[in-house]
Each structure stands twice: as C-alpha cells, then as structure tokens.
C-alpha cells in the first residue's frame, strides 16, 4: 500500500483512534477500583476530621471510632436497602426533605458520643459538600469540614480552609428563631452566625442554604437528642426491703 495516498491516511487514522481508545478503556477498568478505594478514604477521612481524629491508617481509625452508622428518613432512623456509607448525597438532595434517605454516623470518642451529618449544596461554580460534627446534644457543632470542586481559588475555595471552617465548632444548630448557620458579611456575632469568604459571596451563601437544607431530614431526630440531653436525671428512691422493716418491728 501507497503510504503516501490518502486511503492509508485514513486506515491508520482509524486503527491509531481505535487501539488508543481500547488502551484507554483498559486502563480506566484496571484503575477504577483503586479509584474507588481512594474516594473512600478520602471521604473516611473527612468524616474523622469532623471529630478531630486524623491519622495515616484511616481504616483502622474508622472502625475504631465509628460505632454506629444509621440511615435517616424524615426524622427517623429506617431499614434501607443501600447502606448508610453507600448512600449518594447528590442523588439524596435531589429529593424533597421527606423523601430523602441520608446517612448519619454516630461517633465515640473517649467516651464522648458524636453524631456527623453530611451535607451537600451548590457553589457558585460546581458542587459543594462537608461534614458537620455534632456533640452529644445533637446541637452543638464540634467540628465541620468543607470541600468543593470547582470554585475559585483564593474566594470561594477558601471554604475548605481552617479560616473558614474554625468558625463553626461551639455554634448551635438549633434556636428558638432560627435553624441552621447564618454566613455574614464580616459582622457574625452570637451561635449561629459565621464569618462568610470575603469576594466569595455566593459559594458562602451556598454553604448556608447547603446546611439549611440537608438539616430538614434529621431535624426530628436531633431535636430528639437535644430533647433528652436536656431532660434532668431522676433520681430514684432507694429500694427498702418490706422483710427487714418487718424484722425491725
């Protein structure tokens, strides 16, 4: 064959197109599980950064402090067919508040019992999602991690930085006037404001109406916890034996 004529332009066009497609193909496929693995344990690690654990063996420290991973439909934990950790939260908050089925991780740590939430929203480029930590009372934040994938670098990214995200442990969730976290313009004060990215309005706007809205499914169920964290202790009489009282007399 002419191998200056078009006819092998185009055959080897198309096998190059072809072999270079299959290569791809079977390097997508040998690689997926190991990046699914590494999503896993990004998102493992996330969820031990909320409670303040961080460290190299991420599997051990899941299963070591993670006791406890239940789904929750409109303020209830349920029987799912997909597991707590499975769970898509794209797909999740697609749903309207009642329909919802989303993960909750319940946490010990010393003895401590935390609780974690995911959250997702959307910034002003792409997506956005984070972990809050909630301390035994089912309001109080311990901890909160942020991420996003496309949004600005020095504005809204800063999102996921210590500036950012430092603000929230000790904020309360739940108020007689107000659910959720309030993001202002420099000026937060009290336990539900925080301090939003300045130059980075919307992706901050973003992580208040993020938090607002994947709190409506655990709503009744935090409020439950925080409900009996509040309750008083009942102290109990001491039990008196009828026989010895009878003994005494």
Same mark, same amino acid.
């Given at each position: 064959?002419?191998?200056?004529?078009?006819?092998?332009?185009?055959? @080897?066009?198309?096998?190059?197109?072809?072999?270079?497609?299959?290569?791809?193909?079977?390097?997508?496929?040998?690689?997926?599980? @190991?990046?699914?693995?590494?999503?896993?344990?990004?998102?493992?690690?996330?969820?031990?950064?909320s409670i303040g654990i961080e460290g190299e063996n991420v599997e051990v420290l899941f299963t070591q402090y993670i006791e406890e991973q239940l789904v929750i439909q409109n303020g209830a934990a349920v029987e799912s067919e997909v597991s707590a950790f499975d769970i898509d939260m794209a797909s999740a908050v697609a749903l309207s508040a009642a329909e919802r089925q989303v993960p909750l991780y319940k946490a010990d740590v010393e003895g401590n019992t935390y609780y974690v939430l995911p959250l997702r929203g959307k910034g002003l480029w792409g997506p956005i999602w984070g972990y809050v930590a909630l301390e035994g009372d089912g309001n109080t934040i311990l901890g909160a991690t942020f991420g996003h994938k496309t949004e600005t670098p020095g504005l809204g990214a800063e999102i996921a930085t210590a500036i950012f995200q430092d603000q929230f442990p000790g904020k309360k969730l739940f108020t007689a006037t107000y659910e959720g976290i309030e993001v202002r313009k420099g000026d937060a004060s009290g336990d539900q404001q925080v301090d939003g990215i300045s130059g980075g309005t919307i992706t901050s706007v973003g992580v208040q109406d993020m938090i607002a809205d994947c709190l409506k499914p655990y709503k009744s169920y935090l409020m439950s916890i925080a409900a009996a964290a509040a309750a008083p202790a009942v102290e109990l009489a001491p039990v008196v034996d009828s026989t010895l009282i009878t003994a005494a007399l």
């Open positions: 064959m002419d191998i200056n004529s078009n006819k092998y332009t185009y055959i @080897f066009a198309v096998v190059m197109v072809v072999l270079v497609a299959a290569l791809l193909s079977i390097a997508a496929t040998s690689l997926k599980p @190991f990046q699914d693995k590494n999503v896993e344990l990004e998102k493992k690690s996330d969820i031990l950064r």
